[in-house]
């Protein structure tokens, strides 16, 4: 018999590599949307126009980590063998605007799901996947991080996912239910959302290259992430839950870039030349003819901003057969190359 797997945040970057992942793999796929008043499933909607995966293997149903109800009805109705929580409220800077909610759907979202678990008694059919992050270490207590490092969180999202890993850990201890968190550090995608760091630079710096777009606005330049790509980061939630038992880990590169050294990466590839002038929020970036294309707002800073992060993954390394196949030259080009393929549409 097929395997069942329900992922919740199924329209989000994650959830659609990890569909078409677990697809390959010949599960029956269901995902959780939320209605949204404009259209929520361009990741996913060359899945679901499969009909083939339509018909027998991708199936959608309307449901949100806030809503007990939908949780537990879509859970008690599939029986799923897999369940990768991914529902969340994901941008840290919006987090402090939207305090409350992000808690309520971070952290008991993640509650609703164990609990459902536990309620339709499917300890032994269910298991549970919690999209935990780096994040959590925040004001890091040691470098770099790996499972036993202390968290420290330093955001309403940060704070919330700390909340959901530790219920995840205790319905493991309390009700035996096979649950995972993997720790995750930052991976992106061509299909990552506009508004993170990487892909707000990609698209701004292709944009300006082609005369679409004069400047683009930033903030913090000395953050310093550990960015792999989305599709490595998928395989190894799947792999966590194969393991032979519920256990947490970091998955991560092992490699740390500042946002500036990033955007010299991406200007590099562009073949575009930026000169680096000034201090603070007055620092910009130049081009060849001294212009200046890339300039700091204060309104990207955030009120509190993780200065530090990179993941020690040998724990990955030595029980999944776990590593990054995709390192941060070929995800820059990859993203680059979705970019001009957009501009030349
Ligand atoms: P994403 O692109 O923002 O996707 C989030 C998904 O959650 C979307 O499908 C979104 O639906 C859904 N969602 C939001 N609120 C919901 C609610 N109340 N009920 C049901 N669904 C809801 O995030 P991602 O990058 O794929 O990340 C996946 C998960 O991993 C998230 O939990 C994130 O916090 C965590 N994480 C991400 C990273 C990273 O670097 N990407 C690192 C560590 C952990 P809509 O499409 O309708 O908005
Ligand atoms: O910011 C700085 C910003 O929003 C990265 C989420 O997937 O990864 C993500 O969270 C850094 C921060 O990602 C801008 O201050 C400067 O230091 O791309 P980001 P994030 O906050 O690290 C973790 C692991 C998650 O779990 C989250 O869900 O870049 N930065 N200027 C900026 N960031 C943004 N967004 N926009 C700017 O203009």
């Excluded at 149903?61 to 109705?77: L, N, R, W």
């Excluded at 770099?144 to 955001?155: A, G, I, M």
């Amino acid at each position: 018999m097929k395997k069942k797997a329900l992922i919740f945040g199924i329209t989000g970057q994650d959830g659609s590599y990890l569909s078409e992942l677990l697809l390959k793999k010949n599960y029956e796929v269901h995902g959780v949307k939320r209605r949204s008043s404009s259209i929520n499933t361009n990741r996913i909607d060359h899945i679901y126009q499969d009909p083939y995966q339509k018909k027998r293997n991708f199936i959608l149903h309307y449901g949100d980590v806030t809503d007990s109800t939908s949780v537990s009805q879509i859970i008690k109705k599939i029986k799923p063998n897999e369940i990768y929580n991914l529902a969340a409220q994901s941008h840290v800077a919006v987090s402090f605007e939207v305090p409350e909610y992000t808690a309520n759907a971070d952290a008991l979202g993640a509650l609703r799901i164990l609990e459902a678990i536990k309620f339709h008694n499917l300890q032994k059919i269910t298991k549970f996947y919690q999209a935990g992050t780096s994040e959590m270490f925040g004001k890091v207590q040691a470098i770099p991080q790996n499972e036993k490092t202390d968290f420290y969180p330093l955001s309403p999202y940060g704070v919330a996912k700390v909340y959901a890993h530790w219920i995840t850990r205790n319905y493991r201890e309390a009700y035996n239910i096979f649950a995972s968190n993997g720790i995750l550090f930052n991976h992106e995608s061509p299909r990552r959302g506009e508004t993170f760091v990487t892909k707000k630079i990609i698209s701004a710096m292709c944009r300006i290259k082609f005369g679409k777009q004069k400047k683009l606005f930033l903030g913090n330049l000395y953050a310093k992430r550990d960015w792999g790509h989305a599709k490595d980061y998928c395989l190894a939630m799947w792999k966590i839950l194969q393991y032979k038992k519920p256990d947490d880990f970091i998955i991560a590169t092992g490699k740390q870039y500042s946002i500036k050294q990033f955007i010299n990466l991406v200007a590099e590839k562009l073949k575009m030349q930026i000169i680096w002038k000034g201090k603070g929020l007055n620092e910009k970036g130049y081009n060849n003819k001294k212009e200046p294309i890339i300039e700091c707002d204060k309104n990207y800073f955030r009120p509190l901003d993780v200065n530090t992060l990179l993941g020690d993954s040998s724990k990955a390394k030595k029980l999944l057969k776990w590593k990054p196949k995709i390192n941060i030259k070929m995800l820059i080009e990859e993203m680059i190359e979705f970019e001009l393929k957009n501009i030349s549409k």
